[in-house]
């Protein structure tokens, strides 16, 4: 085998290794106000698929039990991903709201956006690279 050829070779098996590399992402969500119900929790990664809530990358329906929760998403490729979070107290499947609009039951956006309305993609985005962690607190 020719140098050039085998450097052209190593290259592109360590661009498909990296290509493949798979993440794991730990997310701690804190301040659940109720420990009763479902978490939803949905990791996305563009933003229409964030905006119309489908497709989502992984999904997680965790019961809760406590004022917070841990869980993982793994085999994450690099890239850009957005998180939204919705706490079902009551399991009818909706984020309750109040005759204002304003939710009556608990919600959260990676990056702790969303205080004063849902976060838009690229203010709750974050970048994986690595393996990670993460927290929520929720609204």
Same mark, same amino acid.
């Given at each position: 085998?020719? @140098? ?5 070779? #190593?290259?592109? @098996? ?9 993440? /794991?992402?730990?997310?701690?969500? &804190? /301040? ?6 479902? @978490? &939803?929790?949905?990791? *996305? !990664?563009?933003?229409?698929? *964030?905006?119309?809530? $489908?497709? #989502? +990358? #992984? +999904?997680?329906?965790?019961? +809760?039990?406590? !004022? ?18 919705? &706490?079902?107290?009551?399991? %009818? ?17 990676? !990056?702790?956006?969303? $205080? ?8 709750? #985005?974050?970048?994986?690279?690595? %393996? $990670?962690?993460?927290?929520? /607190?929720? &609204?």
């Amino acid at each position: 085998m020719k @140098l050039p050829t085998f450097f052209c070779t #190593a290259a592109l @098996l360590f661009a498909s290794t990296q290509a493949l590399a798979a993440y /794991q992402l730990d997310l701690n969500i &804190h /301040q659940i106000k109720s420990p009763q119900g479902t @978490l &939803h929790v949905a990791l *996305y !990664n563009n933003e229409a698929n *964030y905006d119309a809530g $489908q497709q #989502a +990358v #992984a +999904v997680h329906k965790v019961a +809760v039990s406590s !004022n917070k929760v841990q869980l993982q998403f793994a085999g994450l490729a690099a890239g850009t991903y957005a998180i939204k979070i919705m &706490h079902d107290e009551n399991n %009818n499947g909706e984020l309750d709201r109040n005759m204002f609009g304003i939710p009556t039951e608990g919600y959260g956006f990676s !990056n702790n956006g969303g $205080q004063f309305g849902p976060s838009s993609f690229n203010e709750a #985005a974050f970048t994986v690279s690595a %393996n $990670q962690q993460l927290a929520i /607190q929720l &609204h």
